[in-house]
């Protein structure tokens, strides 16, 4: 069999097994928790979430050695396709999955990759990102949560605030970003910790955001515990750690992620062939310039994933999340406009209260991850080589 | 889907690339455009003759490389980055594979091999902006009789052959080969854009032998646009490489320009702004190799990514065109710098081969109306 060919057989490996899985009791999760929709049916999605991993289908493209299916890139992206084009929910497993369970795969000790790897894997254990604080979002090194080591227990004890932190109160871990060399200032005296959420030190509040739902939230540290075997790397190498752990952010995902983009798009025409919008030839060509970039954001994609080095892929590379999130962004607006006033009457019409939320959550897009103005700079300055922004002082 | 490039077409890339930096100098394209008509012969010399360009896309049967889209767009970018003086579009992108799809055996066997070793110089008897067939063809006892006018035709004036798609009374297409001083009425016409020379055609009753029609019995105009999509492919290319020409003399510009006790380049609403442009650029840029990617295996969504990838890249080489003037200040209003030249190409391709309002008309039947929905 050629490698197209058993391509072609794994797609359709995947497909049955989703048409099999996601009906009866998890059919009412298809289409739902994603961004802007993220805290929807948490309990029958932890469960979704051990359905999957009875089906090996968690983690898919983590090494054999982890119990994994060690799929390749190929694979993986085929994967994420049919899991969106089958309306597959929300992960509440993305964040152990994509960042966590790379992360100690490259830097854990085996004890830790022993501890955390098989909750991941399981559907059973769902992991918080712990870095923005309230002084610290673009200036990442800016973090003031205090680590401090207890000499008795050999626990590191916690004290200050995280802030933004998505589905922490849904989650059971979070990993958190903290200082614990007393007056080290930027990047430097920085550790890397595991820590469990629910624990007397920890309190979660949800914020509530701009399209009325609550998907992230405040954690306030009081004297919370991390025991010594839960630092990843030693204390001081945090900020390494963090970077090393934002570059699996940019993965694979992004290609189911733009099925997803895909099926909105299609949402967006389906509702202005029927509203008559379609007729508008403002609106058509808005449409097509959408197409066109959906389609141009593909490719960036594919060619992203075969990993080219030269200096020209790497500074396109660069560029991909400000492109796809400015694309979304404007799809957000397109979808409305495309709606007209209807699109602003909030009724329970499914398909307007989707792309109502998309409205919403786009706004998102270009600030989460890095925001545009801070991945302009990162364009300039490293891809383009311009001078750097100037810190100021204190 | 394989986007990365081999390591012929790297170097391919890298040799075209070394000799239009040694050559095709901003000075060399000075003289071309303004002294020369747009053309540099001496440019277009090296490049067919000892650089091979114009087999790149010959079939090796016909002693051509036998190379695809892919290798088309990086040759064509090339070009546009230095906006070189020489009809490589119309010659490569346009006239070759009209001949390859549509000549007979015959005239394949007769003309490629020649167009491989890079003898002609082509242009296409189109109108740039609106490529539809414009010249009547009737039989005659000896051959054809060819009639009708072209307005504008790109690289007509250093052209040494032209290929005149025509239609007969019954409706099909046939494709001819003329020398341009077979009778054929050639009008010179001025356009801003200084690198790319322009003519008009007229056909008063033009005899021309049997031997002179190139293809069998006819086509269909489905078939002439399926022809004619390596040359709007190219056409991408070009703009995106002038894009890449224009922003990179733009960032050596700001780079050296000092006000307020700092380089311009330190400002960040320059950075930003230059970061931007590379976005738009990876995003045309990478339709473009993925279209080239489908046009080599006849992927069924070709026509919409081509026109969707005509409108990123005019788009761009707008953009990057305009920013670099604005960022140039005042010497960038000057005709002593070069920004004015990309300027100048990046409104002259926005209406070659169709606009981008058409191609979007385009893309909207088929995503709102058609089966891409
Ligand atoms: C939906 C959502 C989910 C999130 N989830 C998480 C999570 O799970 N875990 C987590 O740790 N964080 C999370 N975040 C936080 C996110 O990473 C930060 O919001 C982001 O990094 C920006 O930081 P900030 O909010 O402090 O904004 P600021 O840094 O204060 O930025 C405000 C504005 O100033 C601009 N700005 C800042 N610095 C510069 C500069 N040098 N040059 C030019 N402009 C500048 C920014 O671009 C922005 O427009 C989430 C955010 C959102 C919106």
Known sequence: MSAVQSLEEFRRQVAAWMAEHLTGRFAELKHRGHAGDGDALPDLRREWEQELAAGRWTCPGWPQEYGCRGLSVAEQVVFQEEYARAGGPGRLGHIGEGLVGPTLIAFGTEEQKKRFLPGIREGREFWAQGYSEPDAGSDLGNIKTRARLDPETGDWIVTGQKVWTSLAHLSDWIFVLARCEEGSVGPKGLIFLLMP?????????????????AEFNSVFFDGARASADCVVGQPGDGWKIAMTLLSFERGISTLGQQLGFTQELATIVEIARENGAAQNPAIRARLARAWAGLRAMRYMAIRSLEGGTSAEEELERLGYKYHWSNWHRDLGKLGMDV????????????????????????????????????????????????????RGKA | MDLNFSEDQRSLRDEVRRLLN??????????????????????????????GFCATNVPEAFDGLGLGAMELALLLEECGRRLACIPAWSTIAVGTPLIVSLGSEGAKSRLLPEIAAGSYRIAVALPIDNPQVAVRAQQSADGYVLDGAVSLVADLPSATLVLVPARFEDGKLGLFAVAPDDGLKIGSVQTIDLTRPFGALKFEGVRVGADARLDDAGFSEEALAQALLPGRLGLAAEQIGAAQGCLDL????????????RTIASFQAIKHRCAAMVVDLAEARSLLYGAAANLNIGASEI???IDALG??????????????IQLHGGVGNTWEYDPHFYFRKAQATAFMMGSSDERLARIAAQVIDGAAA
């Open chain 1, 197 to 213: 959420l629910k624990q007397p030190g920890i309190e979660i509040h949800p914020i509530r955001q701009i399209g009325g739902g």
């Open chain 2, 311 to 324: 409108v990123l890249a005019a788009d761009v080489l707008w953009k990057v065109a305009e920013e670099s």
């Open chain 1, 339 to 390: 709606m007209g006033f209807d699109g602003v009457i909030i009724n329970d019409d499914h398909r307007r209260e989707q792309l109502r939320q998309m409205f919403f959550f786009t706004r998102s897009d270009t600030v989460y991850g890095g925001t545009n103005e801070i991945q302009l700079n990162i364009i300039a300055e490293r891809g383009l080589g311009m001078p750097k922004e100037p």
């Open chain 2, 250 to 261: 733009t960032l050596e510009y700001i780079s050296g320009r000092v006000q307020f006790g």
């Open chain 2, 303 to 305: 026509e919409m990514e």
């Open chain 2, 22 to 51: 040694d050559q095709a100098s901003s000075a060399a394209m000075r003289e071309a455009a303004e002294k020369n008509g747009g053309f540099d012969a001496s440019l277009w010399d090296m490049a067919a003759a000892e650089l």
